[in-house]
């Protein structure tokens, strides 16, 4: 709380904490899934295309997909299964585990 | 993400031409560097040496003569064996091969391409994917037709019948056997074999535009009956999807331009000009290799092709909603 303040006071915006969630998983699973075919991520080889939003700066983005905040709990529900909390998405649900998930929100998050 | 070594030369599966090919080369590297000591023996003697004279009658005799026509004569045995070996891997051993040559001459070296294949596979390249047809019992008069991907049963050798539809183009499969080029109007042979299942990597090695680097291809080596009951689900169309969602997807596909290039049996898709799609689920890759085949992959790859692949003959859709294309991906993927 106080290092949260302390954060604040500099301007700076503080990295939101994934609880359990590895951000080194998280790239790997990135890679391993292709989340690029859809996405620009920096810090990921592999494919990337423009089909849906850049991930760059996400720790700044307010917003997921236009409409929820963007808060670890609800981007880990958005990553597990995108069409339940908006079912005219293009993004479709790829099979991520809730674990998987808290890694790709904790490697997102790492994106200043 | 491919395993280290899935496309790699110096990583030959067991029992493939590939093997017999790095064995030679082991062989011409070592044969090599012994020969290049003895040299450089030879020379530092020169050099240091007291004597006067040499005989140089007898080292001509005996090192420009004797030693070059015994190295020379089982390399050359040996390159032939290899060869042989290389065009028909299975019937007949190195050995054999040159027992053959030296009973019976040059129809030895024909002979090969004179055995009926059980199965044999006809890969035409194309900018920039490969269009693949299985020939075999089962596959009636129009083969199978697929794209992109090969099995292969394992222990068995398959003849591959090369060909291009557009530019040359030149089929490698490095863990497999040496390149052979797809030269438009020609037909060239490869026999395949693998001993041992397991997953490799291809890539075309002659260039051939602007995506030549984004044309590759997985050879699946799997188990005799596998092979077969595999082919057997490939030669049939595919199934009408009982689940709406999948409907919605199959009814988007036809009702876009997709079914224009594509054909997928068993449905009104009828196009010839991109990959038949009938069992696309079933496959490691999509786009020859670029990405892996998976429901979010296969969106990224309808509304990103030209992303993705720029300049490929495929269009970024643009006429799917989010629930279209994420249901026509669902039903792609469902179709194994």
């Known amino acids: 709380m106080a290092a949260s303040i302390a954060a604040v006071g500099c301007g700076a915006v503080d990295p939101p904490r994934v609880p359990g969630g590895n951000a080194e998983r998280g790239r790997a699973t990135i890679e391993r899934l292709e989340c690029g075919a859809c996405h620009v991520i920096p810090g990921v080889r592999g494919v990337r295309s423009h089909v849906g939003p850049p991930l760059d700066h996400f720790r700044q983005r307010a917003y997921l997909a236009g409409r929820f905040a963007n808060t670890p709990e609800v981007l880990v529900r958005w990553l597990v299964d995108p069409p339940r909390m908006k079912p005219d998405t293009a993004m479709p649900a790829v099979g991520l585990t809730e674990t998987e998930a808290r890694d790709i929100a904790a490697y997102l998050y790492g994106l200043e | ?336």
């Not at chain 2, 110096?10 to 012994?34: D, K, M, N, R, Y």
């Not at chain 2, 050099?47 to 070059?68: H, I, N, T």
Request: aromatic residues 8%; proline residues 6%; neutral net charge.
């Open chain 2, 1 to 336: 993400m491919n395993a280290p070594g899935i496309q790699s030369a110096l990583h030959p599966a067991t029992g493939s031409g590939a093997a017999l090919i790095s064995e030679l080369t082991a062989a011409l590297f070592v044969g090599g560097a012994v020969l290049f000591l003895l040299v450089m023996g030879l020379l530092v003697r020169a050099v240091f040496s007291q004597e006067k004279r040499v005989d140089a009658r007898r080292w001509v005799l005996w090192g420009g003569v004797v030693l070059p026509v015994a190295v020379l004569t089982v390399l050359l045995l040996y390159a032939l064996a290899v060869g042989g070996a290389l065009a028909d891997v299975n019937s007949r051993g190195p050995l054999r091969f040159v027992l053959d040559c030296i009973s019976s001459g040059a129809r030895a070296l024909a002979a090969p391409f004179g055995t009926e294949r059980p199965v044999r596979i006809e890969v035409t390249g194309k900018q920039w994917w490969w269009e693949v047809r299985y020939w075999g019992p089962g596959t009636g008069v129009t083969g199978v037709p697929l794209a992109n991907e090969l099995r292969l049963p394992a222990g068995q050798p398959v003849e591959l019948l090369l060909e291009s539809a557009d530019v040359i183009h030149s089929f490698w499969v490095p863990a497999l056997a040496g390149k052979v080029d797809m030269i438009p109007g020609r037909v060239n042979r490869l026999v395949l074999r693998a001993s041992a299942p397991g997953v490799h990597r291809g890539q075309c090695a002659e260039y051939c535009g602007g995506q030549h680097a984004l044309m590759a291809l997985y050879v699946v080596v799997v188990p005799e009956p596998e092979f077969r009951a595999w082919l057997q689900q490939q030669a049939r169309p595919a199934t009408a999807p009982a689940d709406p969602f999948l409907a919605l997807g199959r009814d988007s596909f036809m009702r876009g331009e997709c079914a224009e290039c594509h054909t997928i049996r068993g449905t009104s898709a009828r196009g010839a000009r991109g990959p038949d799609l009938t069992h696309v689920g079933s496959r490691l890759s999509l786009a020859a290799g670029v990405l892996g085949n998976h429901e979010g992959t296969m969106a990224g790859w309808i509304a990103g092709a030209q992303d993705l692949k720029h300049g490929n003959h495929m269009p970024s859709t643009r006429e799917f909603t989010g629930v279209e294309l994420r249901a026509l991906s669902a039903w792609l993927s469902s179709l194994e």
